[in-house]
């Protein structure tokens, strides 16, 4: 009977004192990269910067694009606070950290909420979010989703964490 005590009072106490960790909530930043591209239907050469994407951009739907241009690249670092990147004059990336997940082979992956806001062209501080979505991420793997359109062309965002 004792035993049994002891143990529900360790196990109560842990709880207490380690909700994050209990609930599977982030307790610190994961580092991100995130890319900006302009996606054209003109035919030309992929940039120097993302050709070690090229394996990503033969297949649906990037394949229908004949060109793409980095807009910009943007480290961030995502916690259970959203973190912003800058697309291009309008647009703002931001990306929430809600879970890591472990799963099989140890690998780790992330649960995320993805935003692509716009600027109001009248009121610059107010935003207006354009795509909203919640995906889950495997650390170290490239991920691309294409967006609004945006300077001449398709605006695809990438992100890859580690």
């Not at 005590?5 to 307790?27: D, E, R, S, W």
């Amino acid at each position: 009977m004792k035993t049994s005590i002891l143990t529900l009072v360790v196990v109560h106490l842990a709880l207490l004192y380690a909700p994050n960790a209990a609930a599977g909530k982030p307790q610190s930043g994961v580092k991100c990269k995130a890319y900006s591209i302009v996606a054209k239907e003109k035919k030309g050469t992929l940039p120097a910067a993302l050709k070690r994407f090229t394996h990503i951009f033969k297949k649906m739907p990037f394949k229908v694009f004949g060109s793409f241009e980095l807009n910009s690249q943007s480290s961030m670092e995502l916690t259970a606070k959203a973190s912003q990147a800058r697309l291009s004059k309008r647009l703002v990336l931001k990306v929430k950290l809600l879970d890591r997940i472990l799963s099989a082979k140890n690998k780790r992956r992330y649960r995320i909420q993805l935003q692509i806001q716009r600027k109001n062209r009248k009121n610059k501080k107010k935003l207006s979010t354009v795509y909203s979505m919640i995906m889950k991420l495997t650390s170290g793997k490239p991920m691309f989703i294409a967006g609004p359109k945006e300077g001449g062309g398709t605006l695809v965002v990438g992100l890859i964490c580690k």
